[in-house]
């Protein structure tokens, strides 16, 4: 039968099934309409152009207000921990809030400071690597793809390792927030992780005020635009992102990236055998498997998207997972192959809102495909890695568990 665009949205964004296995679902949606507006009066855009020129307009928004209307009311907002914050945080604000927050934290964020991290980088995936050697199999997801980022992120910030572990669990409840269709109890799992990082971060800031060091979050409390300086619920707001940001998604990054390499064992190959393609291949990664699948904005005037006018007051989903797989941009759009380079990827989205982190996930990526295929020739996935499943979300996409095996 037949399915319109409303039944295979509701289908994708509804269903575990949809969640977990959403390109043929996006492939149908773009066939049938490049701009679509839901029977609940949301729009979607699903074309590699379109969801460029969308995101980097200047009259698609930020408004966590009407994201979360659904679930909660705006009086509603200071009672929970998980939202109250999001209005300063830059990743939610826009002109000039957002302008004065970015250009606070580029002080402090540089290119310098990512490519300081280098050594420290590699010196983590060898420590980690060491370990699989060790072991013969890990779960590759908690035994590397999630420390790596957390302790690059942790570190660069200054974050004390110790205090890793304990900030897994409710930085990832909190993350949730990011999902379409909460419940009130994915809500009030998402308060109690934001309510442990806030008080954890409120601490570690009160901490590097009185003992500054050689770290991301004493370069964020000295930066200074004039008199202008971050104040303390912006700093617990900028280590929440930051740390935030800066793991699941890189995270999930290596996990699907690796996943596609094993399911593709003729371009594991092949980039065993040309190992100067890892940074074409790490974008081949993020195109062909997006750790995040969609960026949502609220129109404040008419925007003109492939020859359909979305009114002023829309709220808008960019499916950037579809974008990248449209075929008019990315010949043979299903097909992963590391010597891809047609076009830059949208995973960390584009306009203002670019990911202040895409030189560290990239880096980081880079560094980790390259020391594992180099030191492991017959890495596989015990079980098959067909069998491996995604989890059922659509913002952030990837897998809880994935096998890893050296021999
Ligand atoms: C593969 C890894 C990553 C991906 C896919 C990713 C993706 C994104 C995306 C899509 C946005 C914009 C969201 C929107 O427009 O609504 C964003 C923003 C941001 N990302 Fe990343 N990110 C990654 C890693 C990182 C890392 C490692 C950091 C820092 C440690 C970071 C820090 C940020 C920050 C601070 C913003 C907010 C920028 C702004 O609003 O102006 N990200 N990221």
Redesign the pocket.
């Known amino acids: 039968m037949e399915m319109d665009a409303d039944e295979l949205l509701a289908q994708l964004f509804l269903t575990p099934e949809g969640l977990r296995e959403p390109y043929a679902l996006y492939e149908r949606v773009r066939d049938l309409t490049p701009v679509h507006r839901t029977a609940l009066g949301h729009w979607v855009v699903t074309g590699y152009d379109d969801v460029n020129t969308f995101?980097r307009s200047q009259h698609a928004l930020k408004d966590p207000y009407r994201v979360f209307a659904p679930w909660v009311g705006k009086d509603e907002w200071q009672e929970h921990a998980a939202l109250r914050r999001l209005p300063n945080i830059?990743?939610w604000a826009n002109p000039p809030d957002?302008t004065r927050l970015?250009k606070l934290?580029g002080f402090a964020f540089t290119n310098r400071a990512v490519q300081a991290m280098r050594p420290q980088i590699t010196a983590m995936v060898e420590g980690l690597a060491d370990k699989l050697e060790r072991d013969g199999v890990i779960d590759y997801m908690k035994d590397f793809a999630f420390p790596l980022?957390a302790m690059a992120?942790g570190r660069m910030l200054g974050i004390p390792d110790a205090d890793l572990p304990s900030l897994q669990e409710p930085m990832r409840a909190f993350q949730d927030i990011y999902e379409l269709g909460l419940t009130p109890d994915d809500l009030a799992a998402c308060d109690k992780g934001a309510q442990f990082t806030d008080d954890y971060f409120s601490e570690l800031v009160e901490e590097r005020r009185k003992n500054p060091g050689d770290d991301l979050l004493s370069a964020l409390i000295a930066a200074k635009d004039g008199a202008d300086q971050l104040s303390q619920g912006e700093l617990i707001g900028m280590c929440n992102?930051?740390f935030g940001?800066?793991f699941e998604?890189?995270t999930n990054?290596l996990g699907n990236g690796m996943l596609a390499l094993l399911r593709h064992p003729e371009q594991m190959d092949r980039l065993r055998a040309q190992p100067e393609l890892i940074p074409n291949a790490v974008e081949e990664m993020l195109r062909y498997d997006s750790?995040?699948q969609l960026?949502n904005r609220v129109t404040d005037s008419p925007v003109e998207i492939a020859g359909t006018v979305i009114p002023e007051g829309s709220s808008v989903v960019a499916l950037v997972g579809a974008a990248h797989r449209d075929p008019r941009r990315f010949p043979d759009p299903d097909r992963f192959d590391v010597g891809r380079g047609d076009a830059p990827v949208l995973?960390?989205?584009s306009g203002?809102?670019y990911?202040?982190?895409?030189s560290?996930?990239r880096m980081e990526a880079q560094i980790a495909f390259s020391t594992l295929l180099r030191r492991f020739p017959g890495l596989h996935c015990p079980g098959g890695a067909d069998a491996v499943v995604f989890r059922p979300r659509l913002t952030l996409r990837g897998v809880e568990s994935l096998p890893l095996a050296t021999g």
């Open positions: 995101l830059m990743l957002h970015r934290a980022p992120t992102l930051l940001a800066g998604t890189t990054l750790p995040t960026g995973s960390f989205s203002i809102h990911c202040l982190g895409a560290l996930a």
